[in-house]
């Protein structure tokens, strides 16, 4: 394994992720943001509506911000490994990870099978009744509807699993910013 094309892909996403936190800082501390002196958005003249709106946008950013805060966590925690000479492989069960895995995951700290598995368990599922596939099971949708509160989905290019519609898109949406 050639430890300096990770290297470099670490060095990228992890520039990545500190660029993209820059940019959801400076959206979220934009002077129309700023709380007043009480700690509460200034809310003269506007719509309590338009107040909810600030409110979801703050929150979605606060979980931007948290989850790619994580991400420049495992980015470090691969730098680690590297220096300690077990990148690569499987915090789980020990073998190497693949390198296509890592190539697309260069913080990867599982095989792709103990990943699905910590997954599963980390949101509460039997992680025997986790199918491995990427693509959601067809027979769970109902021909014409949106299922997708009742339907598992993967971002591949983030390796997570999101369960709505709306976690897909904040998925979605980080992408498009990188």
């Not at 994580?70 to 690569?88: N, V």
């Not at 009744?129 to 509807?145: H, I, K, N, R, T």
Request: aromatic share 4%; charged share 30%; proline share 6%.
């Amino acid at each position: 394994m050639n430890n300096e094309i990770f290297v470099t892909l670490l060095d990228q996403a992890e520039r990545d992720f500190r660029t993209e936190v820059a940019d959801i800082e400076l959206i979220a501390g934009s002077p129309q943001r700023q709380p007043d002196e009480a700690g509460d958005f200034d809310g003269a003249g506007k719509h309590p509506e338009d107040l909810a709106g600030d409110l979801v946008e703050r929150e979605i950013a606060d979980g931007i911000l948290a989850e790619t805060n994580e991400m420049l966590f495992e980015i470090q925690a691969a730098r680690r490994r590297l220096a300690a000479g077990t990148y690569g492989r499987c915090e789980a069960c020990g073998r190497p990870i693949d390198p296509e895995r890592l190539s697309a995951i260069p913080w990867a700290r599982r095989c792709a099978s103990d990943a699905h598995r910590h997954e599963a368990e980390s949101r509460g599922h039997d992680p025997a009744g986790v199918a491995s596939s990427w693509v959601p099971d067809p027979l769970d949708q109902d021909e014409g509807q949106d299922n997708l509160s009742h339907t598992t989905l993967w971002d591949p290019q983030d390796d997570v699993q999101v369960s709505s519609a709306e976690e897909l898109a904040i998925h979605e949406m980080v992408e498009g910013r990188r």
